[in-house]
Nanobody
């Protein structure tokens, strides 16, 4: 199982940008999907974006399409979430997560939190109006 550590959170004004990173350690051979989730106070955890290990499949929640971009390093030691045009509604704790599967699994990546067994500790993003 891989271990994940987020970085890059902080406070920004509305319209600003932040880039979150998730450092990956451990055996990355079974790393299949990498994702970002977020949870605002009093709300359920929401899937934000996911990417396949080879980078060919990206999926975004409707609320962030066109503003957020997920990417991963070729060596799979890190993946990132670039967030542009931030609004106060994006304020939340952001978590990175990893789904591990056999390399020949062949399935798609989805934003179902139950699919992801490895989680980071979270990084706070606060957007002020």
């Amino acid at each position: 199982q891989v271990q994940l550590v987020e970085s890059g959170g902080g406070s920004v004004e509305s319209g600003g940008s932040l880039r979150l990173s998730c450092g990956v350690s451990g055996n990355t051979r079974s790393l299949y999907c990498m994702a970002w989730f977020r949870q605002a106070p009093g709300k359920e955890r929401e899937g934000v974006a996911t990417i396949y290990r080879r980078g060919g499949t990206l999926y975004y929640a409707d609320s962030v399409k066109g503003r957020f971009t997920i990417s991963r390093d070729n060596d799979l030691k890190a993946f990132h979430l670039k967030m542009d045009a931030l609004t106060p509604e994006d304020t939340a704790m952001y978590f990175c997560a990893a789904e591990e599967r056999p390399p020949d699994y062949g399935g798609a990546c989805f934003l179902f939190s139950s699919n992801y067994k490895s989680w980071g500790q979270g990084t706070q993003v606060t957007v002020s109006s």
